[in-house]
């Protein structure tokens, strides 16, 4: 199946916010919002308000992937809140100590020795959240459109998909490294700079 004929399958699914209120039921997730949005782009989970943020393009999109993408962001308003919690104050601990380090150049005190291990530690929470998502979300996929679809259709979305996320996987894995890593080396650049260089 090429891309045309999955998004030809994919329009004869409801639209975005009934497929994110079935999928969370089939979840047994009756707390988590859903919030409709014409300016949003992407979908997202705020674990911070605990809502899952939808855009509105109903049928007849152009975006093969927009059921599986809702279910991944289903899969994240059940996961662990401990490590959702963890997730986000590391993120922003580690935005913050990025500013702080730079501030405290200007003291001359070095703290870059602390920025490390708090990079790591939310790589670390971040690929496993996304990683599980990314991996649980063909089989919730696979879940929801038997209801509505053929056998053979859901049998060629399984094949489609199945390749889809095995690429997916490899994806989220170094993006989520290059998007912790290039501030970290920024700082520490900036960092080596100052204490090898000006001081
Ligand atoms: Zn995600």
Request: hydrophobic share 50%; proline share 2%; glycine share 0%.
């Amino acid at each position: 199946m090429n891309k045309d004929n999955v998004l030809n399958v994919i329009n004869k699914l409801p639209s975005n916010l009934e497929v994110c209120n079935s999928i969370l039921k089939k979840l047994n997730n009756n707390s988590t919002k859903i919030i409709e949005m014409s300016a949003i782009k992407g979908n997202y989970y705020s674990f911070i308000n605990d809502t899952i943020y939808i855009s509105n393009v109903s049928k007849n999109a152009s975006d093969e992937n927009r059921v599986i993408v809702i279910a991944h962001e289903c899969i994240h308003s059940i996961q662990n809140k401990v490590v959702q919690l963890a997730n986000t104050v590391i993120s922003n601990l580690y935005l913050m100590l990025l500013l702080v380090t730079i501030i405290l150049l200007f003291f001359k005190i070095d703290i870059i020795f602390i920025l490390f291990p708090v990079m790591l530690l939310n790589i670390v929470v971040r690929e496993y959240l996304e990683l599980n998502a990314v991996t649980k979300s063909k089989d919730v996929f696979l879940d929801y459109i038997k209801e509505y679809l053929s056998e053979e259709e859901i049998f060629n979305l399984d094949e489609y998909f199945s390749k889809e996320i095995n690429k997916a996987k490899y994806l989220y894995f170094l993006k989520i490294i290059f998007d912790k890593l290039w501030p970290f080396l920024t700082v520490m650049i900036i960092n080596y700079i100052c204490f090898n260089i000006i001081y």
